[in-house]
């Protein structure tokens, strides 16, 4: 009989956390979730923070009960969260202050500071990576203009996932290659820091160190951590640390250049090379190269996904109506179709609050029919998404020979039948929703890797089928979908 074995995974993201445990019996994966926890940003007069020791703690309380449930069967553990996001430590090891959250308005008017510094052609020449506001360099940035005292003390800059484990490991730094390159401040082409980029801009040079790969051994956990949880022995291992580079590395493909969706607060639609492509065309196209497993590009776009849908519910819970997303798809379904059109990315989207009427007040402006039922505006949020995603894949299709056959759409949102059925009406192909828990099976895989269980992606990414519930959809109405294409394209701007 095969000793199973067991890997936790810790994915945080923008909105929950989990700790789970994947239990390897040689062929398939089985996940257990172990703890579930909200990870909600607070306001502090400062801003808006993460509260980063919640999360550690309660990543603490799932690595207890693992503890209790598998003792010595656990081999590791391995940290993702979203991107961007940082803490800063001196040279005793203490964190300065808690985290900023992304969405903080620190940040305004940073890109345009920014480019009295470095021309925005140069800065996406040197990283590849699409202009968001909240990206670290304009975080970074926004320190050293407003100069916080913190900057000359600060001794390390440590990625969310690359804090957590320092944390864990006590006292073990690193800053891990994915992650570090959702920043803004990394080379693609030279597989490092741009040093030369960071010293125009002011950022100090000595927060910036090795870079360490996905499959790297952090460090054992402290004895603290050790007593609080029983787990003896157990690595941590630096998996790729942003959640959509392990989601991709679970997409449950054997394409030489898989096409995927990850689908949740944000939606990241790409391809899966194996070099950056940096050039005029990328960057009006506002691509991205992120790094991930095995040193592969995540050549994508960020488009402000369910985010639209999260914000709708959270301002009806408000004013009294609490919809369950499970209802979400039906009520659409009671809409009339194509009624009303938004430009998902349009900048007013972004921030928290007053979405349904941001919505109404779009279509306004855009002379088309207001949205008023809760379900005309679910449904235009669901039409709206499916044809941003025909909008982009369009545009990436230009940057490769091997036009995949299929989109693979993983992450929470792949859950979404409906959506996942306009997707594949607007895009035109087929299109597989699987697996819901793609970001956790790929964090896992990399710790296998590690621990020499599997050879290659190639091998872990038949794991994740043989484990996993794969659904497939075909795209239908392809006439009135390619019309509604062309009237979308005249309310948006790519």
């Known amino acids: 009989m095969v000793q199973k074995k067991v890997y936790l995974a810790v994915d945080l993201g923008a909105g929950s956390g989990r700790v789970l445990a994947g239990e390897f019996d040689g062929k398939r994966i089985k996940l257990q979730e172990l703890n579930r926890f909200e990870n909600t940003p607070i306001e502090l007069p400062s801003g808006w923070h993460w509260n980063t020791t919640s999360q550690y703690q309660n990543i603490l309380d799932g690595l207890e009960k693992a503890g209790s449930i598998y003792g010595d069967s656990v081999v590791s553990v391995g940290i993702d969260t979203w991107g961007v996001d940082y803490g800063l430590f001196d040279k005793d090891g203490r964190m300065l202050g808690l ?7 620190r940040t305004e008017g940073m890109m345009n500071f920014a480019y009295t510094k470095v021309l925005p052609e140069d ?3 040197a990283t590849g990576i699409q202009f968001m506001f909240f990206n670290s360099i304009f975080q970074l940035l926004s320190e050293v203009e407003h100069k916080n005292p913190i900057l000359d003390i600060a001794e390390d800059l440590l990625f969310t996932p690359d804090l957590l484990g320092y944390w864990l490991t006590g006292g073990r730094k690193t800053q891990e290659r994915s992650i570090a390159s959702t920043s803004q401040l990394y080379n693609p082409k030279i597989k490092d820091w741009d040093f030369e980029l960071i010293k125009k ?20 956990l402290a004895n603290k951590v050790v007593e609080k949880t029983g787990l003896k022995g157990v690595k941590v291992i630096t998996v790729a640390g942003h959640d959509t580079g392990s989601a991709v590395a679970a997409v449950p493909s054997q394409s030489p250049t898989p096409a995927y969706l990850s689908s949740g607060t944000w939606s990241l639609m790409g ?3 194996h070099a950056p492509v940096i050039n005029e065309r990328s960057y009006k196209g506002a691509f991205s190269n992120e790094i991930g497993v095995n040193n592969t590009v995540r050549f994508l776009k960020n488009i402000c996904g369910l985010w639209l849908i999260q914000e709708s519910k959270r301002y009806w819970l408000v004013g009294g109506e609490d919809i369950p997303y499970r209802k979400m798809a039906e009520l659409a379904s009671e809409a009339e179709p194509f009624r009303s059109l938004i430009n998902p990315d349009a900048s007013r989207f ?3 609050g007053r979405m349904p009427e941001k919505i109404q007040e779009f279509c306004s402006e855009t002379r088309q029919p207001i949205p008023e039922t809760n379900s005309q505006i679910i449904r235009c949020i669901y039409e709206s998404l ?8 369009r545009k990436l299709m230009q940057y490769t020979e091997n036009k995949p056959e299929t989109l693979h759409i993983i992450g929470g949102g792949c859950e979404d039948k409906l959506l996942n059925q306009f997707t594949a009406n607007a895009i035109g192909v087929k299109v597989t929703a699987g697996p819901v828990e ?3 099976l790929g964090n896992i895989l990399v710790q296998m890797l590690a621990d020499g269980q599997i050879a290659n992606l190639s091998e872990g990414r038949k794991v994740v089928l043989d484990s996993s519930f794969v659904e497939i959809f075909e795209p239908v109405n392809q006439d009135i979908w390619t019309k509604e294409k062309t009237r979308f394209e005249t309310l948006t701007k790519f």
């Open 271 to 273: 391809l899966e090379l």
């Open 123 to 125: 800065i996406y020449k």
């Open 438 to 440: 793609a970001t956790s």
């Open 201 to 220: 801009l002011g950022i100090p040079k000595r927060l910036f160190k090795q870079i360490s790969d996905p499959g790297d051994t952090l460090g054992e």
């Open 99 to 105: 985290s900023y959250q992304y969405r903080d308005s």
């Open 350 to 352: 972004v921030k928290t």
């Open 386 to 393: 499916a044809l941003r995603y025909a909008t982009v894949w």
